[in-house]
Nanobody
Framework: QVQLVESGGGLVQPGGSLRLSCAAS????????MGWYRQAPGKQRELVAT???????TYADSVKGRFTISRDNAKNTVYLQMNSLKPEDTAVYYC??????????WGPGAYWGQGTQVTVSS
């Protein structure tokens, strides 16, 4: 069983920055796959960025060059640095994780956080 706790959301002006954090606790084993997904009102949940324990990352085209995902394996924590934020980045951001070997091509992992709201508005 894995529990995920997100923090760092909030209200920011267009062009601003935010950093999201997600701390994972696992009853056994380590976390292989961690990532961020987001869901805007009236839209489906979509991938933002993922990272595996070896450091390989994936990004949605819409955030490439603006967002950076990183992780601290010792702390089982994943971060999402979001720069040059746009109103269309407004969404609830969810942390996602999987303990098995996993790739973003297979979809999200089995475990979800509760979500944190990011609002980009002037």
């Amino acid at each position: 069983q894995v529990q995920l706790v997100e923090s760092g959301g909030g209200l920011v002006q267009p062009g601003g920055s935010l950093r999201l954090s997600c701390a994972a606790s696992a009853s056994s084993g380590s976390i292989y796959f961690m990532g961020w997904y987001r869901q805007a009102p009236g839209k489906q949940r979509e991938l933002v960025a993922t990272i595996i324990s070896g450091g390989s990352t994936t990004y949605a085209d819409s955030v490439k060059g603006r967002f950076t995902i990183s992780r601290d394996n010792a702390k089982n924590t994943v971060y999402l640095q979001m720069n040059s934020l746009k109103p269309e980045d407004t969404a609830v951001y969810y942390c996602n994780a999987e303990t098995r070997p996993w790739t973003a091509r297979w979809g999200p992992g089995a475990y979800w956080g509760q979500g944190t709201q990011v609002t980009v508005s002037s």
